[in-house]
């Protein structure tokens, strides 16, 4: 064990959480052990009730109030951060250990049980709740001394009365004095056992703090480059005159292996791009972050998107790992003219919405994912030309492969005919409509997979 995690104020705060837990539990015991020697006056020995309730409920009464002192202590330490010393923890186990220590006395003065019965009475049993409770301090050291503080305070009940008491002559009143040897050395034996259970636990509380680490420590890596990933998307929307486009993404988990991007290549045309990286997570990310990073180098060095796909693909297999493909799409606007060449690599559908019919078509890629062959040569590229309305729609498979509580996939037919009903809105408002036809579908099944859509739409006049 590492002595830091040990000493450490996540392991501070760990004991004195424990602690509380054990103080309430002993104030529930006192609880019962009051009701039950109550009881028992009031059935038993009820002429005497009068004389015996008082110190009886000024003994509970007492410990009750020590306990609920040291349970209102604990509470101010988990609120400020602060420790408490040991002193002040070992004070709180001799005082506990006293409880049973100065009931045998009290019990023998109210003439409840005969002097030497009461060192073998029920009450001496109390002393081991003490006991067992002591491994919630978390600290073998003061179990064990609750051991010791026992056997200590039942060795000096038990001398006292041998002292001041004469043995009785009917001598089944006494048991022998091997008895209360023995009963002493178990108390003792006692707190051993609760320092080495005490250990273990320490060991364990231990363990788990690491691993909490750890998981805080990976959970903080994952969000820093969540924000690396959330910072390699486009900010601004670039200029495209009777066009608009907007790009949505939204991960399964706090990285995801989706990404698109738009770009402005040589020859004035604006790209845009969505890749979709087999898997999701932090692996699916980096490659994802690959991808990116060559298709950045790759058209700010050519215009041509058969070029570029065929250059980003042949430098992703070099890199990608057995089994991990890379589905992705790139178009070129000229809005000048409207022309969109489009070029996919595995991914599909590619959707066209055409207003002036209201039909939605859907393309196939032209090529298979990247990382299946490196000298794979795409294109060339599909040419539309949009008019006034027309919207290329891009999006991820998490859109139609969500499935409901019936494991219905969302689907193409429902996608289409999200797009047909979104037909009059604005790209980031028809992708948010289309986000939300595919959760209500859902119904709040988990999204298991990223979701990532680009949308480009021609303004109708007057738009």
Not at 98 to 121: E, H, K, S
Not at 285 to 310: E, N, P
């Given at each position: 064990?590492?002595?830091?995690?040990?000493?450490?104020?996540?392991?501070?705060?760990?004991?004195?959480?424990?602690?509380?837990?054990?103080?309430?539990?002993?104030?529930?015991?006192?609880?019962?052990?009051?009701?039950?020697?109550?009881?028992?006056?009031?059935?038993?020995?009820?002429?005497?009730?009068?004389?015996?309730?008082?110190?009886?409920?000024?003994?509970?009464?007492?410990?009750?109030?020590?306990?609920?002192?040291?349970?209102?202590?604990?509470?101010?330490?988990?609120?400020?951060g602060s420790g408490v010393s040991t002193g002040v923890w070992v004070t709180n186990i001799l005082v506990e250990?006293?409880?049973?220590?100065?009931?045998?006395?009290?019990?023998?003065?109210?003439?409840?049980?005969?002097?030497?019965?009461?060192?073998?009475?029920?009450?001496v049993l109390t002393y081991f709740i003490f006991i067992a409770l002591s491994t919630l301090k978390l600290s073998p050291?003061?179990?064990?001394?609750?051991?010791v503080f026992s056997?200590?305070?039942?060795?000096?009940?038990?001398?006292?009365?041998?002292?001041?008491?004469?043995?009785?002559?009917i001598r089944s009143a006494m048991q022998p004095v091997e008895m209360y040897v023995g009963n002493a050395s178990v108390l003792l034996a006692s707190g051993l056992v609760a320092g080495a259970v005490a250990r273990q636990i320490r060991h364990h509380v231990a363990g788990a703090l690491r691993e909490a680490r750890q998981v805080e420590r990976m959970t903080s890596e994952l969000e820093t480059a969540r924000s690396i990933q959330e910072g390699l998307l486009p900010k601004e929307i670039p200029d495209l005159g009777d066009f608009?486009?907007?790009?949505?993404?939204?991960?399964?988990?706090?990285?995801?292996?989706?990404?698109?991007?738009?770009?402005r290549l040589p020859d004035g045309r604006t790209a845009f791009?969505?890749?979709d990286v087999t898997g999701h997570g932090i692996?699916?990310?980096?490659?994802?972050?690959?991808?990116?990073?060559?298709?950045?180098?790759?058209?700010?060095?050519?215009?041509?998107?058969?070029?570029?796909?065929?250059?980003?693909?042949?430098?992703?297999?070099a890199d990608l790992p057995p089994g991990r493909l890379v589905t992705f799409v790139a178009a070129a606007l000229d809005s000048s003219t409207g022309r969109v060449e489009l070029l996919s690599a595995g991914h599909a559908p590619l959707l066209l919405f055409t207003s002036r019919d209201g039909r939605v078509q859907s393309f196939e890629a032209h090529g298979v994912p990247f990382g299946v062959f490196a000298g794979m040569a795409y294109g060339p590229p599909q040419e539309v030309v949009l008019g006034p309305g027309d919207t290329v729609v891009l999006v991820t498979d998490g859109f139609f492969e969500w499935t409901n509580a019936r494991d219905e996939d969302f689907g193409f037919e429902r996608l289409h005919a999200a797009i047909r009903a979104g037909r009059d809105l604005s790209p980031d408002r028809l992708i948010a409509h289309l986000h939300k036809a595919v959760t209500d579908f859902v119904g709040g099944t988990p999204q298991n997979d990223d979701l990532t859509a680009v949308v480009l739409k021609r303004r109708r006049p007057g738009d």
């Open positions: 064990m590492i002595r830091d995690e040990i000493d450490s104020k996540a392991f501070r705060d760990a004991t004195i959480r424990s602690d509380r837990t054990r103080i309430i539990v002993i104030l529930a015991a006192l609880g019962v052990l009051a009701f039950l020697t109550v009881f028992r006056i009031l059935v038993f020995d009820w002429n005497e009730a009068g004389r015996m309730l008082g110190p009886t409920l000024t003994f509970f009464g007492a410990a009750s109030l020590y306990e609920i002192f040291m349970l209102r202590r604990v509470k101010r330490a988990i609120q400020s250990t006293l409880f049973p220590t100065l009931g045998l006395p009290l019990m023998i003065v109210m003439g409840l049980v005969n002097p030497y019965q009461a060192l073998v009475a029920p009450i050291m003061l179990a064990r001394l609750a051991g056997a200590a305070g039942y060795s000096i009940v038990a001398l006292g009365v041998h002292v001041v008491y004469p043995a009785p002559e608009e486009i907007a790009g949505w993404n939204k991960p399964a988990d706090q990285t995801g292996g989706d990404y698109y991007d738009w770009f791009t969505l890749a692996s699916s990310a980096l490659v994802a972050s690959a991808c990116h990073a060559y298709s950045r180098a790759s058209m700010g060095q050519d215009s041509d998107l058969a070029a570029i796909v065929t250059r980003i693909n042949r430098l992703l297999c």
